[in-house]
């Protein structure tokens, strides 16, 4: 919000200079971004009439003009200008003034001719950045007077960074009242009193959505003056907010709404078929805005339209075809409460963002657009004159927002803020902010007005009187509290050691978007999939939610490998969104993916890509850490080479996948070294078995070694998930521990080497009991694998 303080103390005027009413208004929570002057460094720059102009006897472009400042004589000035004429008021520099950029105006000769001064444009006095000839003042400036007197140039445009929450200081008068509640200053409100109507014509409005609008005024103006032009002092306040002036009509509007908070519109009352209607857009609708844009409407935008189709992006912006021109002689204008659910986020869905939807997305007072409606009727009189007929209002009392009432407790104020308000004090200041306050035995009972939206329950409130109260003045006190004990369960891991498991194996943790691209996430993840799509998206590359992690840490992987990062290895620990709204399954999944060297370079060894191997030993020691019956099964995924990839299972049951990425998914991310993945359901890799003891055996132990050959299909998981069938007390752990393939091994063969580790807790074995184990050993392997033992 950003405005004029001399504006400012027309409503509000305490004692205070500019920066002590800056520092008021930061500390209570309205934080001041800018303070900047809102005219450039000048002086004796005095208010002037052209008394006549004539051409330059040598130079077209030039003229001599005989120019009135008040004094006695007339001084000749040489002038370029395209608009200089005769009876033009304008700033005139003279001999002595000094211009921004301490430029200093001297007599001159411009091609044989004498000059005693300077004819002014709005650039070059520090008031605009761009001007296309000289500054004109009204006709009934007086000339003489000191023109940053006469403009009130000794001030400063005010920029305030509002938080959300605070829409009702979207307006001077929110701000002043701030102002006023700060330093107990009374208010000189803007007169908003009803206009009388000079005529009965009405145009006829229907709201078919009330719960989107359950307010809407409206005036007929008629016999408007098109070529009036709009006061200079409205010009230039407007321009110290930050707008510039389109024509007195639109100039009215946005006053208004800078003044008040109240965003407004008007129509060219002849171009309007029919009568007004507020409604929901419809299939295949479209509408040309004010900035020219063409836009395919969606259902879910709210319209003001009319019997021929839409008029305006209710909220945002209107459209050209009602717009008012410079040959408008009658007007509809229009002042609207729409409920803030029903116009945020739609500006945004379209590219849009204006000073209406900015206000209607975070609140305005219902009771407003008829206060405004007033204040616009009576300077559109003033301005550009005409006839106002009656105003036209719809409400639905059941759409607007409830009175809401809250309880303050003195007793609470005190525990919250840890100081002693007076109850004097309390009604003052919520008195001051619009409220309604009631004493009763524990405190009081406050009414909040409307335009409060941020305020619904009892500490809302007390924060209220601790911001006006001062929060540098609030006592420091060291907050108490019993220490809680965690839980600290056997049979679940905690998050923290996976994390430092991961990192302490070379990988960075990296944080994504929950949002993503949905061309990505169905490259990795299949057509068959589908994402919940966001209603109003960040850009349409973050548009719908993620279905894993792979999508976010894809793009990780490039952005690093186009820095010239060659060795990356990320995790990521978040949440994926499955199902369809409401019903949305947000389950926690641990993921990481690994490129480029196994080591880093070094002396001690040669460059050694990485295999599907070491992202398969990651994993296993992941799982390792909570224990349980970990198996990978070749299974094939969308985003994984078919023949390096395996889904993990933990105890029978799946929970994640592991393996190379795809080619054809290399070459759409442009990546040119293998990429190994891994993803794992969170809360299946946090549960762990419950270790339990057993006493060391005193006996010792037997190794047994058998070499066997089976065929290349079949791989050591298969082979020691058949052992574990085996039936045994005594046989402890089977380790492999050599594959080979070569001289004596038939083609397509391969010979496994598996260690037995066999001992008995309460005996030593015999030489009888380790045979017969063997041969079962033995027999099972055959009949499981075809198995043949090497001799």
Request: charged share 25%.
């Amino acid at each position: 919000m950003k405005f004029s303080e001399k504006w400012l103390r027309e409503w509000v005027n305490p004692a205070l200079d500019t920066a002590a009413l800056v520092e008021k208004l930061t500390q209570a929570g309205l934080e001041v971004d800018s303070v900047i002057a809102v005219a450039g460094d000048f002086s004796q720059v005095k208010v002037g009439i052209v008394r006549s102009a004539v051409p330059h006897p040598d130079a077209d472009k030039l003229r001599v003009c005989e120019v009135d400042v008040g004094d006695s004589e007339l001084l000749n000035i040489v002038c370029g200008a395209a608009n200089v004429r005769p009876e033009l008021k304008v700033p005139v520099a003279v001999v002595g003034a000094t211009l921004p950029g301490d430029f200093k105006i001297k007599k001159a000769k411009l091609r044989g001719v004498e000059s005693f001064g300077m004819l002014c444009s709005a650039k070059e006095l520090g008031l605009a950045e761009s001007a296309d000839g000289l500054l004109e003042l009204p006709l009934d400036a007086p000339v003489g007077t000191d023109l940053r007197e006469y403009l009130q140039l000794d001030d400063v445009s005010i920029e305030v960074d509002l938080t959300p929450n605070r829409s009702d200081c979207l307006g001077v008068a929110g701000i002043a009242r701030e102002v006023g509640v700060l330093t107990r200053t009374d208010l000189t409100p803007a007169d908003t009193s009803p206009v009388v109507a000079s005529h009965q014509q009405q145009f006829p409005v229907t709201v078919q959505a009330t719960s989107a609008c359950p307010r809407y005024i409206g005036r007929v103006i008629t016999g408007i003056n098109s070529a009036a032009e709009t006061p200079l002092w409205m010009q230039e306040k407007l321009r110290r907010s930050g707008l510039r002036s389109l024509g007195p009509v639109v100039d009215v509007t946005n006053y208004v709404m800078l003044e008040l908070g109240q965003p407004m519109h008007a129509f060219d009352l002849d171009k309007l078929d029919s009568n007004i209607e507020v409604r929901w857009a419809r299939d295949n609708e479209q509408l040309l805005l004010l900035d020219g844009q063409t836009l395919q409407l969606n259902t879910d935008s709210l319209l003001i339209a009319d019997a021929k189709g839409p008029l305006a992006l209710a909220g945002v912006m209107g459209g050209q075809a009602s717009s008012v021109q410079d040959t408008t002689t009658n007007l509809f204008l229009e002042s609207a409460f729409f409920v803030p659910e029903a116009i945020a986020g739609k500006a945004r869905s379209y590219g849009l963002h204006t000073d209406s939807s900015h206000r209607f997305e975070r609140g305005v007072d219902p009771a407003l657009p008829i206060q405004a409606m007033e204040r616009a009727t009576a300077l559109l009189l003033t301005i550009v004159g005409g006839q106002a007929g009656p105003v036209i209002e719809k409400s639905s009392e059941v759409d607007l927002p409830a009175q809401r009432e809250i309880l303050l407790r003195a007793q609470r104020i005190k525990r919250v803020l840890g100081i002693e308000i007076d109850a004097a004090t309390v009604i003052e200041q919520l008195s001051r902010l619009g409220m309604q306050v009631t004493e009763t035995d524990a405190g009081w009972r406050v009414c909040v007005p409307e335009f409060r939206f941020d305020l619904s329950i009892e500490v809302d409130l007390i924060e209220e009187l601790g911001r006006l109260y001062g929060y540098d003045k609030l006592p420091q006190t060291r907050p108490s509290g019993k220490v809680m004990t965690t839980e600290i369960s056997e049979s679940r891991l905690l998050t923290e050691r996976l994390q430092q498991l991961l990192v302490d194996r070379g990988y960075h943790e990296a944080i994504t978007y929950s949002f993503v691209d949905p061309a990505i996430q169905k490259q990795l993840l299949g057509d068959e999939v589908e994402a919940i799509a966001l209603a109003n998206p960040i850009s349409a590359d973050l548009s719908v939610m993620r279905l894993s992690l792979w999508p976010g840490l894809m793009q990780a992987l490039t952005y690093n490998l186009n820095r010239q990062q060659d060795r990356v290895r990320l995790f990521e620990l978040g949440r994926v969104f499955n199902g369809s709204l409401p019903d949305v399954d947000q389950p926690l999944f641990i993921a990481g993916l690994i490129s480029g060297q196994r080591f880093p370079e070094q002396w001690a060894s040669q460059d050694q890509k990485l295999d599907f191997f070491d992202i398969k030993a990651d994993v296993e020691a992941i799982l390792a850490m909570g224990g349980g019956d970990i198996t990978f099964v070749a299974e094939q995924h969308a985003a994984l080479h078919p023949g390096q990839s395996a889904r993990v299972y933990k105890n029978d049951q799946a929970i994640g996948w592991l393996g190379a990425l795809h080619p054809r998914l290399n070459k759409s991310f442009g990546v040119q070294t293998k990429v190994y993945l891994f993803e794992l359901s969170l809360e299946q890799t946090l549960l762990a078995q419950v270790p339990s003891f057993k006493p060391l055996s005193r006996f010792p132990s037997i190794r047994r070694d058998l070499a066997i050959v089976v065929d290349n299909q079949i791989n050591a998981g298969e082979i020691q998930d058949c052992l574990k069938l085996i039936d045994s007390d005594i046989l402890k752990s089977i380790q492999v521990f050599d594959v080979y393939t070569g001289d004596g091994v038939e083609l397509g063969k391969k010979s496994i080497a598996l260690a037995f580790h066999i001992q008995h807790g309460e005996r030593t074995l015999t030489d009888e009991e380790v045979d017969t184990l063997m041969q079962q050993v033995t027999e099972t392997l055959e009949r499981s694998v075809a198995a043949v033992v090497r001799s």
